[in-house]
């Protein structure tokens, strides 16, 4: 079975430009999860889709960051314009059931530079 | 203050040692509770899950939650080189999905 994967593996961008990050989740898992981890920090929750609802999106920064998951299969996460501290590691997760006791699956992540 | 701490080492062990890795927390709402390990350019693989307070334990690894002290630990016995990576604790509420993170301790075990 495949993991969770994530597209690209790293991108280098220069302050004011946009990037699309994307994920696709293992098959069947109708929950998705973005996080990030800035440099020296811990992995903080962005948001969280079921299917191709937005269940919580407390975590999201700021209105420059756009998650979509269309048809409730794959996600992207927009960032535009990217600021410096943008930077960081983006994890996508993905898990089959609702509930703090369902068990996320995480991608390896992608790494954004902004410059 | 942070919502989950932990202590981000350096660890450094010698190959066959008993590895203790610690969490603390706040939130008297966590139920469940997590260790990934991380290694290097990889994304977090699930090690041990619990829920609520005592011990679980699979293989080399024993996780341990004491709810009444809000306060994680993770066993490794035997420790191998390949163990080498970083530990990440977390955890989440009973009703919510969001996952809140330590901040990963790095581990060495020296062959």
């Known amino acids: 079975e495949a993991g969770v994967t994530q597209f690209p593996s790293h991108s280098v961008i220069e302050k004011g430009q946009t990037v699309t990050l994307r994920c696709d989740p293992i098959s069947g898992h109708d929950n998705l999860y973005w996080y990030r981890r800035v440099m020296g920090k811990e992995i903080k929750f962005l948001l969280h889709f079921v299917k191709e609802s937005k269940q919580d999106e407390s975590g999201m920064p700021n209105n420059r960051f756009l998650a979509e998951r269309t048809g409730g299969t794959y996600s992207t996460l927009k960032v535009q314009p990217a600021e410096l501290e943008d930077s960081g590691v983006y994890f996508c997760a993905s898990s089959q059931r609702t509930g703090g006791s369902d068990t996320q699956y995480f991608g390896p992540g992608t790494r954004l530079t902004v410059l | ?111």
């Not at chain 2, 991380?38 to 693989?45: A, I, L, V």
């Not at chain 2, 690894?61 to 080498?84: E, H």
């Open chain 2, 1 to 111: 203050q942070k919502e989950v701490e932990q202590d981000p080492g350096p660890l450094s062990v010698p190959e066959g040692a008993i590895v203790s890795l610690n969490c603390t927390y706040s939130n008297s709402a966590f139920q469940y509770f997590m260790w990934y390990r991380q290694y290097s350019r990889k994304g977090p693989e699930l090690l041990m899950y619990t829920y609520s307070s005592g011990n679980k334990e699979d293989g080399r690894f024993t996780a341990q939650v004491d709810k009444s002290s809000k306060y994680i630990s993770l066993f490794i016995r035997d420790s191998q080189p390949s163990d080498s990576a970083t530990y990440l604790c977390a955890m989440s509420a009973a009703t919510g999905n969001q996952f809140y993170f330590g901040t990963g301790t790095s581990l060495t075990v020296i062959p």
